[in-house]
């Protein structure tokens, strides 16, 4: 079971398990909230090895009764409420499906394991998290597996809220568990309220590109190709108990890659350069808006041999290519269409 796998990083992972493993059966487990896009898996939801089942991950007798469904043997745990800013105006929703969701999630993998022949023996329960629980970092300096957790957003400690609940049920219950931390993804089918999609969209309209503060605060930006990637080795490969940091070793500040974007964006558009750098104004910055975010990914390189596929610049490009190929997608999701796939495609089947 894929839980939010009709999300932007839970699809690429489906698609990514549902293409390399025929022998798997991937349910994807999914309750369609606004940034659950089942359009984003329309190339796989015919595969013989894919199904779908809308669900929500607070609803326990929903998740009891697709684990005596299905049998699963293993659960990888994508879904999340995951914009800091929906989190500032509503933290109790995140509070919900990031604490309560992880705790039925954690429950019904425990007493349906427990109960099966082979108990906890070839089970696994991966937690994917974000680095946004180390909270801020200074001008210098790496987060790792070891480093404190400091969340400063609703989201973050919801988020971080969810990492230590998965370490009780290891610690308490032996649950087969593993964790993963990443960085900041981008890449095709992002939701457009995030901000690499959502410039490339004002940018193709001249719209105006809001940059909160001075655009100082850096991120190190992660492919999501290459996050899919990460967690099927570390799904197969890692130490069960452990953690790995995922990152992309691209920091870059805000501004920066605003401008970054806006001269790509120039070059693909037929416009002459700074034509879309003038769309840029500054906002007022958000509440906990923390400064600097960097992953020291050394551990899951070393252990596990993973690394990045792309550099920032050739994977930004590609993804400024499929926005502008897949205008579609993008309309369907800014005008609300894509709500209405799961009713059209699935719920008369």
Known sequence: MVTGGAGFIGSHVVRLFVNKYPGYLIVNADALTYAGNLENLKDVEQASNYRFERADITDAARIDALFEQYAFDAVIHLAAESHVDRSIIDPLAFVKTNVLGTATLLNSSRKYWAKTESKMEGKRFY????????????????????????????????KASSDHL???????????????????NYGSYHFPEKLIPLMINNIKNN????????????????FVEDHARAIDVIFHKGKT?????IGGFNEWTNIDLVHLLCKIMDSKLGRAEG?????????????????????????LNKELGWEPSLQFE???EKTVDWYLQNEDWVKHVTSGDYQHYYEEQYARR
């Open 166 to 184: 998965v370490s009780a049920w290891y610690h308490t219950y032996g649950l087969p568990v593993v964790m993963s931390n990443c960085s900041n």
């Open 207 to 222: 719209k105006s590109l809001p940059v909160y503060g001075k655009g100082e605060n850096v991120r190190d930006w992660l």
């Open 127 to 158: 937690h994917v998290s974000t680095d946004e629980v180390y909270g801020s970092l200074g001008e210098e300096g790496f987060f790792t597996e070891e480093t404190s957790y400091d969340p400063r957003s609703p989201y973050s400690a919801s």
């Open 275 to 299: 034509t879309s750098a003038k769309l840029i104004t500054y906002v007022t910055d958000r509440p906990g808006h923390d400064l600097r975010y960097a992953i020291d990914a050394t551990k």
């Open 241 to 245: 108990g452990d953690k790995y940091n």
């Open 314 to 316: 050739e994977g930004l």
